[in-house]
C-alpha cells in the first residue's frame, strides 16, 4: 500500500453564509494553508480533521491501492485528486498525492 501526502492547498470563509445561516462557534477549523499530512497505510494522520477525512478517505484509500485517473483525465497527474472538505462555510481544498 502507498503513502499518500495530503497537502492544504486553499481556506476559503464565507462570510455573508455564515452570517445569514450559521449560529456563532467559538472554534472552527485549524487547518494551514500549505500544511502537509503523510496518511500510511490510509489511515488518518495524527492531527487532521476527522471531518474532513470523512471526504477524503475514499480518495486516499484507492491512490494508497493503486487507483488512479479518476473521472477520466480529472486531474493532470493521474495519481492525485483535489478534495474539500464539507464545511459550506470555510471550506478547505486538500491536495491528495500517492507517492512512489
Same mark, same amino acid.
Given at each position: ?20 445561516? $450559521? #449560529? ?7 487547518? %494551514? ?10 489511515? &488518518? @494522520? ?21 487507483? $488512479? #485517473? ?7 497527474? %493521474? ?10 462555510? &470555510? @471550506? ?9
Amino acid at each position: 500500500m502507498k503513502k499518500c501526502r495530503i497537502t492544504v492547498v486553499r481556506k476559503a470563509r464565507y462570510d455573508d453564509l455564515i452570517e445569514k445561516y $450559521e #449560529n456563532p462557534i467559538t472554534h472552527a477549523c485549524d487547518m %494551514r494553508e500549505g500544511e502537509t499530512f503523510l496518511s500510511t497505510g490510509a489511515e &488518518r @494522520p495524527e492531527g487532521f480533521c476527522e471531518s474532513a477525512w470523512q471526504n477524503l478517505y475514499p480518495f486516499v484509500f484507492a491512490l494508497a491501492n493503486g487507483a $488512479e #485517473n479518476f473521472f477520466d483525465g480529472w486531474m493532470k497527474n %493521474r495519481r492525485s485528486a483535489m478534495i474539500s472538505c464539507n464545511d459550506g462555510f &470555510r @471550506p478547505v481544498s486538500f491536495l491528495i498525492e500517492a507517492e512512489e
